[in-house]
């Protein structure tokens, strides 16, 4: 796709599609330069202003504007387990969700308590303009990747698809007729809370079509994190799962990870959790294993 055609398209109908087909993101290893994150005050709160930015429409991309990658996080006897969920590839089989539907199965209540604190966590990718950083003014101006979760992604969301009749959908990627997205983080129980989030009135990134072009250019692939080397085989991630667990011990867990799980939230999938924090839970999870 050329620059001329991405202003004149229409990809409303695409992105509802999109969210209608999404049954519930993703983690790229500390250090990426790619990626930006907001920094938060010595009382957990932050200020920001991003804006979400359309797909680069690359060779082999989906034409979404994001990408949805399932990770796992839990500690057991044998250590700690973080890695990519293989069910982000569709039709794919991932060991630690097939013992979490043997321990829901099983009726016992204590063996779904375990399921819950082992269940996948979703995260979405995005490309981002960074637009305001009080901290690090530096970034602004830049484009960099954007690890999110479910709490941000559900704004996003009801923009694109509006709940009540006098509001007008938008679609929050488009350069010329999205909008910014004021970042705003406090620190609740304990954990990053984003639901004084909100976006801006609608607005062009730039009168000058000229910059617009070149911030489009400047985007990231989304594709690489969906790229079969991202994540392990079932093999290798059954043998770390038997591993962490301990060998022979179907239940074998440390009752922390339930003091750092997201949330204990209750539905039908004992595979899966849509948390308000999957963005930060995983990286949490890292900094944990490795001291």
């Not at 992105?15 to 790229?28: F, I, W, Y």
């Not at 690890?147 to 509001?167: A, M, V, W």
Request: charged share 30%.
């Amino acid at each position: 796709m050329d620059f001329n055609a991405l202003k004149n398209k229409s990809s409303m109908g695409k992105l509802s599609k999109a969210l209608e087909s999404l049954s519930g993101g993703a983690n790229k290893k500390n250090g990426d330069d790619r990626f930006w994150t907001p920094d938060v005050d010595k009382t957990g709160n932050g200020y920001a202003v991003i804006r979400f930015l359309d797909s680069p429409q690359v060779d082999g991309e989906n034409g979404m504007p994001w990408v949805q990658v399932f990770n796992h996080g839990f500690q057991g006897p044998g250590g700690w387990y973080i890695e990519n969920c293989l069910t982000t590839m569709s039709g794919a089989k991932c060991p630690v969700c097939e013992k979490n539907n043997e321990l829901w199965n099983s009726g016992v209540e204590s063996n779904k308590d375990i399921a819950r604190t082992r269940k996948r966590k979703l995260t979405y990718i995005s490309n981002v303009l960074v637009v305001k950083d009080p901290t690090r003014p530096e970034n602004e101006g830049k484009v960099f990747l954007f690890k999110f979760g479910k709490k941000i992604f559900d704004k996003i969301k009801e923009k694109i698809e509006p709940q009540f009749e006098d509001e007008k959908a938008i679609n929050p990627f488009n350069f010329w007729e999205g909008a910014n997205f004021k970042l705003k983080i406090r620190q609740v129980e304990g954990y990053r809370n984003y639901d004084k989030s909100e976006f801006d009135n609608v607005s062009a990134i730039s009168g000058d079509d000229s910059v617009i072009e070149k911030i489009w250019k400047g985007s990231h692939s989304l594709k690489d994190f969906l790229k079969p080397s991202e994540f392990k085989s079932y093999d290798e991630l059954k043998t770390k799962r038997d591993r962490v667990l301990g060998v022979g011990n179907s239940t074998g867990y440390s009752k922390s990870a339930e003091s750092i799980e997201i949330e204990e939230e209750v539905n039908s999938d004992p595979t899966s959790v849509n948390s308000d924090d999957d963005d930060d839970a995983l990286g949490y999870f890292s900094k944990l294993a490795a001291e």
